[in-house]
């Protein structure tokens, strides 16, 4: 704590022993003494210091006491210095009286008293001391207001204060940032007559103020709408704080944060929740009904598994493509080359051309199990489910409609079915959904369809024969892998129950001794830790936390794994770029096959 400033006390006297005297009696702990010999010595110290308390010799050659006295009072630095006159010769009461004009609070008479003149200069000497003490707790208060002030001016809070009869009297800086008013128009006026205030709100305003007031209440928070003074509508939520005196109420400051941006956050959350939950049941509600259908129309579990599970990956693949584009739509071209990439179709054996096409969502998802229906049938009954026959599909448009023609061709005898199967009610029922139709041609020379959705877009032209990537391939090799992987330990890394039971019954099934699953990042570690592991498949995330730490800590192993993951790559851990990434829902012969490559260090980047 710093120490306090010394009180110091002018002595004028114009003989040296009376200043040593004076000097030797007053001079104390935290007092100093100034000295000047004269009437001129004396203004000059006045000048460069702050004098508590001045004792002034009358007699002086030049100017005496009272002169100097006079010249003090006449400045409004020394104005307010009390003076005591110290005169060794008595005086009448007319030159009393110009003393105590002059300014003079008391006189001495010399010889003096000591312990007088110690008495009275101590009273001086503490009263300088408590101005000196309030002096500086105003100087604190002030700074203090002044940061609570540049605190109150800068902060996002709108600050509004009201009185007891609940008119303004406080509007900030902020108030006037975020509604446009100063605080000359609106300082006074009450709430309910606020132009800033809805009118509903201006009276729901003085009541909730008025509540506080009769049940005494401190604080509460509420909301209101509001306007700025350029007509925008503002969702605002108030923080009230009351303060009384005794019964009587003070003032209510109301602290107003603009939360217009949050609650249209909310609202659009509200939405795509509400959308995203429409979404999801409407794919479960789809997957029941493929699962149902391929069930009731399928010849037993050998013949359902690949049908149904060929379904569900079309169905995904074309989820995936709409959720690059954020759900806009997906091309045509992008939904023909994901059933060549899902091994549906030899892209050798199927030539396309049409337009550039942009579907929006829902009949991309409806034109994707069409085609992977198309391409299941031809390879099951028509034209690819010999060496020799091939797949033509071209499309165009058609005024409003888009058309595709699907045309088989050197493949077994075409004759019309004697029932209608559900890949073919699943073809109709979809297109006709959207407003379009699907009309089959059983001809000897082979199948054909005709195909029509609404579209109302545009279209860019393509070439004919564009070169389409090549399939995965993935039940290509997979005996050879499910061979490799025999008797391998492979960790799984999953948090979802059902997953890790399908991915521990896919290895079990090619010989795999599965590690895990685990479910949580700790038992991931721990399993690394024990170092007994050949491979591993890592989940994208594990319970919404990242999975880079568990990634890096196998990659330190030296273990080589593979992500299982609905995400894209975009939203896998950074720094593992070389690493294979499993979409899901997976293949069964793509895990197998997958897991053979990290064993050879061949893996294939998905």
């Not at 034109?367 to 028509?382: D, I, P, R, S």
Request: net charge negative; with cysteine.
């Amino acid at each position: 704590m710093p120490q306090p400033e010394a009180v110091k006390i002018l002595v004028v006297d114009d003989v040296e022993k009376n200043l040593i005297a004076m000097d030797a009696l007053l001079r104390g702990d935290g007092v100093e003494i100034l000295k000047a010999p004269s009437g001129p010595a004396a203004l000059e110290l006045l000048l460069r210091h702050e004098v508590a308390l001045a004792l002034l010799d009358v007699q002086m050659p030049g100017m005496d006491g009272y002169e100097l006295a006079e010249l003090m009072r006449g400045t409004e630095r020394t104005r307010r210095i009390p003076i005591i006159f110290v005169t060794a010769v008595a005086t009448d009461e007319r030159r009393r009286f110009r003393g105590y004009e002059a300014g003079a609070v008391d006189y001495l008479f010399k010889p003096v008293d000591p312990q007088i003149v110690r008495n009275k200069v101590d009273i001086f000497v503490e009263l300088a001391r408590q101005r000196l003490e309030i002096a500086r707790q105003r100087d604190q208060l002030a700074a203090a207001l002044g940061r609570i002030q540049a605190h109150s001016d800068n902060s996002p809070l709108a600050i509004v204060e009201f009185d007891a009869d609940l008119r303004v009297i406080g509007w900030s800086n902020g108030a006037e940032r975020l509604f446009g008013w100063s605080a000359g128009e609106v300082l006074g006026r009450r709430a309910a007559k606020l132009d800033w205030l809805d009118p509903a709100n201006g009276a729901a305003v003085e009541l909730v103020l008025g509540q506080m007031v009769e049940g005494h209440e401190l604080r509460r928070v509420e909301t209101l709408r509001a306007n700025d003074k350029g007509g925008t509508l503002l969702d605002c939520e108030c923080y009230c704080s009351a303060l009384f005196e005794g019964d009587r109420l003070v003032s209510v400051s109301v602290q107003i944060l603009d939360v217009t941006e949050r609650k249209r956050a909310e609202a659009t959350q509200r939405l795509l929740i509400g959308e995203l939950n429409h979404r999801v049941k409407n794919t479960l509600a789809s997957v029941q009904a493929i699962a149902t259908q391929t069930l009731r129309h399928s010849a037993g579990p050998s013949d359902f598994a690949p049908t149904f599970i060929g379904r569900i990956h079309a169905l995904a693949r074309a989820h995936s493509l709409l959720s690059a584009t954020t759900w806009q739509g997906a091309r045509l071209r992008e939904l023909i080359e994901g059933q060549l990439q899902l091994g549906t179709i030899d892209p050798q054996r199927l030539s396309f051309a049409g337009p550039e096409i942009e579907l929006s969502p829902e009949p991309a998802l409806h034109l994707a199990l069409v085609l992977h229906e198309l391409g299941t049938n031809a390879n099951k009954y028509g034209a690819l489910s010999n060496e020799a026959g091939r797949v033509r599909l071209e499309w165009r448009l058609r005024g409003t409609m888009l058309e595709l023609e699907w045309a088989e061709s050197g493949g077994p005898a075409v004759a019309a079915p004697s029932r209608r199967g559900f890949g073919t009610a699943l073809i109709e029922r979809s297109l006709k959904a959207e407003g379009g139709s699907a009309v089959a041609s059983f001809v000897p020379a082979g199948l054909r369809w005709i195909l029509t959705l609404p579209h109302a877009g545009g279209a860019a032209e393509l070439p004919a024969d564009r070169p389409v990537r090549e399939a995965g391939g993935w039940a290509r090799g997979a005996a050879a892998a499910a061979a490799s992987i025999a008797g391998k330990r492979f960790a799984i890394i999953e948090d979802e129950p059902l997953v890790a039971l399908e991915l521990g019954a896919i290895l079990a099934d090619a010989g795999v001794e599965v590690i895990g699953p685990a479910a949580t990042a700790e038992h991931a570690r721990a399993i690394i830790a024990e170092g007994r592991i050949d491979g591993a498949l890592l989940d994208g995330n594990l319970q919404g936390a990242s999975v880079e730490a568990i990634a890096a800590a196998l990659d330190a192993r030296g273990v080589p794994f593979a992500f299982v993951s609905g995400y894209g790559r975009d939203h896998l851990p950074v720094g593992f770029a070389e690493v294979p990434a499993i979409g899901k829902p997976f293949d069964p012969v793509e895990i197998v096959e997958i897991a053979g490559a990290l064993l050879r260090g061949k893996a294939v980047l998905a």
